[in-house]
């Protein structure tokens, strides 16, 4: 049987209930508080470091973002590393919950889709993180103004708000894959592990694999320099599968104007270059660019994923 | 002192005293008087046999210019006669002659002289300006006691006799660019009778610096002390302005005490200095390329110089794998001021980097030279920008698919 009529009648009213839940829910409460802790230790830390060690910089701002002090990462790398909690703990038992809880045939008794159903709960999850986000950002910009005493400057807007943008695309890959996994997995529990253990695989034991795979497929012959070069070519083309090297790639960028590039760069390149001459926002933003939309488009595809099993899903169970 | 003060505080009776002071006197003025009049009785003890009276003078004949004041010594001199009145009387010094006789400053008519003494006396004549070359024989005489005696001198006028101060510059004229410093080597020489202080003075076209020093020293001066009869090194060192045409410049030096004035005549020829300057579009320093991409920009060289500049080569030297070329490819002749557009195409490798790349850009030819550092932003090109833009409109369309495929009720 067609359905009538829009898929997404109804999105709206999901979403924001969903989100809703999600704000007053312990789970959420806990996972923002470990955040924003670690958030603010690491610009603290940050804007000590600079008080301390930098006279001047063009990008001041930005440095809060990177700069990091023992024993703390920087914000930048805390991001990369706890967004995919958050994003987890928010969708790994979106659908499986509503199974368990034995909601599924109640809500769906409503007059909405499906695919609204689906949509909403990840619209809403994702307006979640966007707010934290925004809230994250407002805080440090807020720090810096106060601590390092001098606004931000118009490139460093740009940057920082194209590298918020990035950070929400990089938790929706996440948040899509939690879900993906609830659709796919019945009890939430096994969801949840499942995801954890996807997680800790691509951003702690990735950098480890890759290599490895790339000497297997194309070995270093010592007497070939060549080889060398496609080692570490197929080595970042298998690091890129992980969404936290491309969200490494996309912050290094944007947040430090003086990279000029993600690749392997050759000498001659260099001749006449100026080392540390800032990159235009738009050319740093142009060479980022196949990443964030690598990042977009995985998120797209794993929604896709879950979309896909969930519709064809016996939900009168 | 000592001895005074030590005879009065014993001083019982002020008689006893004073003659005891008086002994102790006496025979110091008298040691003291023989003490200074030794010196002179030696003298006398050689020239024991003249005894007389005499009036003389060093250079009885002696050229003068006219218009200048010239000072001649004379000397009265007694030798073992009593002292002396003499009445002083100059004769032959031809009307309109500006003369006076003066002794210890002041004018006189008679001088005293002590026994074996002598006194100086200055005449001081100057003969009018336009008075011809000619001799003058003049006589000074001096009475004394009821002789007299005579002291008959030549003056002789000549415009080329010496002066009192002279200036020789030992290359007058010199050549350079407008950027040379000419540096005049002088000699300043004192012939006059006195030592004497000389003013410095130049006289240079508008714009034009000098600066004076002595010999090789690095000191700036306005004033040159010479002794009299020697002679001092001076360096004039003129520093023509930066923007001053070809051409020759006269130049006069004049050296000046109170009386003396001497000056010579200088020249300086400045030669055209070609000079050439390279500029950016619109004086801009940087400009933007895409990576593999010809950028095109417009140059302008200028020939800021003095002189024409001809055969300007245009070069560039670049990163590795990049092009530069220039159209025209040379410029064969640039006249002073002249501007020539040139249109610089800046072709970046393809494998360039984002980012700023340094790059200079120079136009010669022989005599000058310029480089521009032009700052080149490589921009890489969007094809993979439009590259992600499809991967994302690919995986929409999956969804979009999916949705409408697996849409159910």
């Not at chain 1, 987890?88 to 509503?98: C, Q, T, Y």
């Not at chain 1, 601590?147 to 929400?168: D, K």
């Not at chain 2, 004497?196 to 690095?218: E, H, I």
């Amino acid at each position: 049987m067609k359905r009538e009529g829009s898929p997404f009648k109804g999105v709206m009213t999901v979403a924001l209930k969903e989100a809703a839940d999600h704000m007053t829910s312990a789970r959420m409460h806990l996972i923002m508080l470990l955040v924003l802790l670690t958030a603010i230790g690491a610009v603290y830390g940050a804007i000590n470091h600079i008080r301390d060690t930098t006279s001047e910089d063009p990008f001041l701002f930005l440095k809060l973002f990177t700069t990091a002090q023992q024993p703390l990462p920087s914000f930048a790398s805390f991001l990369g590393f706890l967004l995919p909690l958050v994003a987890i703990a928010l969708g790994f038992d979106a659908i499986n919950g509503e199974y368990g809880r034995r909601t599924m045939s109640r809500l769906l008794a409503q007059p909405i889709y499906r695919d609204a159903l689906l949509f909403g709960k990840f619209l809403g999850a994702l307006l979640v993180i966007a707010i934290a986000l925004l809230t994250l950002w407002l805080l440090m910009t807020g720090l810096g103004i106060l601590f390092l005493g001098l606004p931000p400057s118009g490139p460093e807007l740009v940057r920082s708000i194209a590298y918020l943008a990035a950070t929400l695309v990089y938790a929706g890959v996440w948040l899509a894959l939690a879900m993906a996994f609830s659709t796919l997995i019945r009890s939430a529990a096994t969801a949840a592990l499942a995801a954890l253990a996807l997680w800790l695989i691509l951003s702690v034991f990735w950098s480890m694999i890759a290599p490895l795979v790339a000497g297997a497929i194309s070995p270093v012959d010592p007497y070939n320099p060549m080889t060398l070069l496609s080692n570490f070519e197929t080595q970042q083309v298998i690091a890129r599968i992980s969404p936290q090297t491309l969200y490494g790639e996309v912050s290094s960028m944007l947040l430090d104007p003086s990279n000029r590039s993600v690749g392997p760069i050759f000498m001659s390149q260099l001749q006449g270059a100026l080392i540390n001459a800032p990159l235009p926002t738009m050319q740093s933003l142009t060479i980022i660019w196949p990443q964030i939309s690598g990042l977009f488009a995985a998120m797209v595809l794993l929604f896709t994923l879950a979309y896909t099993v969930f519709q064809r899903q016996e939900v009168r169970a | 002192m000592i001895r005074i003060s030590h005879s009065q505080s014993r001083a019982k009776s002020p008689a006893k005293s004073l003659a005891r002071v008086l002994a102790v006197m006496l025979p110091i003025s008298a040691a003291v008087q023989l003490a200074t009049g030794a010196p002179s009785l030696a003298q006398d003890m050689q020239n024991q046999d003249l005894k007389g009276f005499w009036l003389t003078t060093p250079y009885p004949e002696l050229a003068l210019r006219p218009g200048e004041k010239e000072n001649i010594q004379l000397t009265l001199k007694n030798a073992d006669i009593p002292p002396q009145r003499a009445e002083l009387q100059v004769t032959g010094i031809p009307d309109g002659w500006d003369w006076a006789l003066e002794g210890g400053g002041r004018e006189v008519t008679a001088a005293m002289v002590q026994p074996n003494a002598s006194e100086r006396l200055m005449l001081k004549v100057t003969p009018p300006a336009a008075s011809a070359d000619k001799s003058f024989p003049i006589k000074v005489t001096a009475h004394y006691g009821n002789d007299v005696t005579t002291l008959p001198m030549t003056l002789k006028v000549s415009s080329t006799a010496a002066g009192g101060v002279k200036l020789t510059p030992q290359l007058p004229a010199l050549r350079g660019t407008a950027k040379s410093t000419f540096t005049y080597k002088l000699k300043v020489a004192n012939n006059g009778a006195e030592d004497a202080l000389f003013n410095l003075a130049a006289q240079v076209p508008d714009g034009f610096q000098t600066r004076f020093k002595q010999g090789y020293g690095s000191e700036e001066i306005t004033g040159l002390p010479v002794k009299a009869g020697a002679t001092a090194d001076l360096t004039v060192e003129v520093v023509p302005p930066h923007s001053v045409e070809a051409g020759r410049y006269p130049i006069k030096v004049a050296v000046a005490d109170g009386e003396n004035v001497a000056n010579t005549d200088l020249s300086l020829e400045v030669t055209g200095q070609p000079e050439i300057s390279m500029q950016g579009p619109q004086g801009r320093l940087s400009g933007s390329a895409v990576a593999g991409k010809d950028t095109n920009f417009s140059f302008t060289v200028t020939n800021t110089g003095s002189a024409p500049v001809s055969d300007i080569a245009l070069r560039a030297s670049t990163p590795q794998g990049w092009k530069v070329s220039y159209e025209p490819k040379s410029i064969p002749m640039l006249a002073p001021d002249a501007k020539q557009e040139v249109n610089v195409s800046i072709h970046p490798s393809e494998k360039a980097i984002a980012g700023d790349y340094m790059l200079n850009l120079t136009a010669s030819s022989g005599a000058a030279s310029d480089t521009e550092k032009f700052r080149v932003t490589v921009e890489t090109s969007t094809i993979w920008g439009l590259a992600g833009l499809g991967v994302i409109a690919a995986s929409v369309i999956v969804l979009g698919v999916s949705v409408t495929r697996y849409g159910r009720r």
